[in-house]
């Protein structure tokens, strides 16, 4: 069993996730049930499946829900484009988040890179 508490990983995608959520808050009241909903699902999940691979017993285990949160990941980022190209997120707010979100699919790549070497 892995610690994800001091995974780097997990730390900044839970600033992610909770980075998210503000910046949804910005959406119209009538995404409340569509895109909100979905993309604050997509952020959650990301530090979610970490935690919840790191819990497996195995590092094969493990790999694979980094994988899975690695797909979640890539959904938030669509999202956050859909969002960006609705004119619900700023500019220069839409390329911080994907900024961090670039950085962090990075560090998921590195890591799962890693089991896949064992």
């Not at 949804?24 to 959650?44: D, K, M, T």
């Not at 969002?83 to 707010?93: D, H, M, P």
Request: hydrophobic share 40%; glycine share 4%; proline share 2%.
């Amino acid at each position: 069993m892995h610690n994800y508490k001091e995974l780097n990983v997990w730390k900044r995608a839970i600033k992610l996730a909770v980075q998210v959520y503000k910046v949804s808050r910005l959406f119209p009241a009538e995404e409340r049930f569509g895109l909100i909903s979905q993309i604050r699902r997509s952020a959650v999940s990301v530090p979610s499946n970490i935690a919840e691979g790191a819990g497996r017993r195995t590092d094969g285990e493990f790999a694979n829900f980094l994988e899975i949160a690695h797909g979640s990941i890539c959904e938030l980022e669509t999202q956050l484009y859909v969002a960006f190209e609705l004119e619900y997120v700023e500019n220069e707010l839409f390329h911080e988040v994907t900024t961090e979100l670039t950085e962090i699919q990075k560090m998921f790549y590195a890591l799962i890179t890693k089991f896949e070497k064992k």
